[in-house]
Nanobody
């Protein structure tokens, strides 16, 4: 069983950068597709980015590409999300997720296809 633990969320002023971490334990996630989602109060759980097992082609949305960077350290069994130029609208709980299928599919932006989730880490951006 895979356990995911996010960390790095905090209160930050607008314009700063932040890196979130997602540490996996229980088993290696080296063959999993890993993703980050976020959920603002009262909102849906929205896809931000995903990275395949080979890490050679991360996937973003039009909204996230440019300010968000997903990466993974296979040796540490950890995935990261760097967020640059933080905006108040980035305030949300950020979740890490794992899909044991590996690769990217037409549904890879849907939360329902991910088998494992962390508990989330809160990011609050002050204006």
């Amino acid at each position: 069983q895979v356990q995911l633990v996010e960390s790095g969320g905090r209160l930050v002023p607008a314009g700063e950068s932040l890196t979130l971490s997602c540490a996996a334990s229980g088993r290696t996630v080296i063959t999993y597709t890993m993703a980050w989602f976020r959920q603002a109060p009262g909102g849906d759980r929205d896809f931000i980015a995903a990275i395949s097992p080979s890490s050679d082609r991360p996937v973003y949305t039009d909204a996230s590409e440019g300010r968000f960077t997903i990466s993974r350290d296979r040796a540490k069994n950890t995935v990261y999300l760097q967020i640059n130029n933080l905006k108040p609208e980035d305030t949300a709980v950020y979740f890490c997720a794992a899909d044991n299928r590996g690769g990217f599919y037409s549904d890879s932006r849907r939360p329902g296809v991910y088998n494992h989730w962390g508990q989330g880490t809160q990011v609050t951006v002050s204006s």
